[in-house]
């Protein structure tokens, strides 16, 4: 497997990517939107001032793209942080690691970029194996409270303390 930046070039097996790991029902049963709001969400995140192109990824396995996972700029008040998603893995190949590769290289990657905190929306058994934790627990406050514990955050600085109310890059907001 290779993980590397998003091009351009990828961009129509991206969307077609998303839409088929996002198809399923949403949390709460209902049927995914055509095309999902994941599909919709990256075309506007790729346009946006908060896209950062190299943590924009994808995963390729024998030459083909399995997988894709883009972090944009956020804050957390006043402060510069990111926020992670969408992230899919091709349905026929899920739970062959390919979703563990691409997170822990987006936070490496992050890290090496002096980035300091990471937060996304995501289930807790999922994404604590990567040293997220819900963000209440860093003190950050959920955009929406209500996603309690699957409003998560990684810190890359222990020697950072963040706290305030996360804000997503604006594409987020509608959502
Ligand atoms: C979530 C996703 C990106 C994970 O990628 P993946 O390549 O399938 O995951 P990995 O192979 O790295 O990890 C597999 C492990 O994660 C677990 N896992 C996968 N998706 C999970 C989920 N949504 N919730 C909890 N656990 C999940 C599997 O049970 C497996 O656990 P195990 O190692 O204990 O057996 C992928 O399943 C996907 O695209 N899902 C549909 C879209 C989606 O839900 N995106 C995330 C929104 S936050």
């Known amino acids: 497997m290779l993980i590397r930046?998003?091009?351009?070039?990828d961009r129509e097996v991206v969307d077609r990517l998303l839409a088929e790991a996002f198809s399923g029902p949403q949390p709460g049963g209902s049927p995914a939107a055509s095309p999902p709001i994941e599909v919709v969400l990256n075309a506007a995140l790729l346009g946006s001032v908060e896209f950062i192109p190299e943590l924009a990824l994808v995963a390729e396995l024998d030459g083909a793209v399995v997988g894709y996972c883009?972090?944009?700029r956020g804050w957390i008040g006043d402060r510069p942080a990111?926020?992670?998603g969408p992230i899919g893995v091709d349905p026929g190949v899920q739970r062959g690691g390919i979703g563990s590769a691409l997170v822990r290289e987006t936070l490496r990657l992050a890290t090496v970029r002096g980035e300091w905190v990471?937060?996304?929306l995501g289930d807790p058994a999922y994404?604590?194996?990567f040293g997220f934790v819900p963000?209440?627990?860093l003190g950050i406050v959920a955009p929406e409270p209500a996603w309690g514990a699957y409003f998560q955050a990684a810190r890359l600085d222990p020697g950072e303390t963040p706290v305030g109310t996360f804000r997503y890059a604006a594409p987020f907001e509608a959502f």
């Open 127 to 129: 994404y604590g194996r």
């Open 70 to 72: 883009i972090t944009t």
């Open 82 to 84: 990111l926020g992670l």
């Open 5 to 9: 930046a998003f091009h351009d070039l």
């Open 135 to 137: 963000s209440t627990d």
């Open 118 to 120: 990471v937060a996304l």
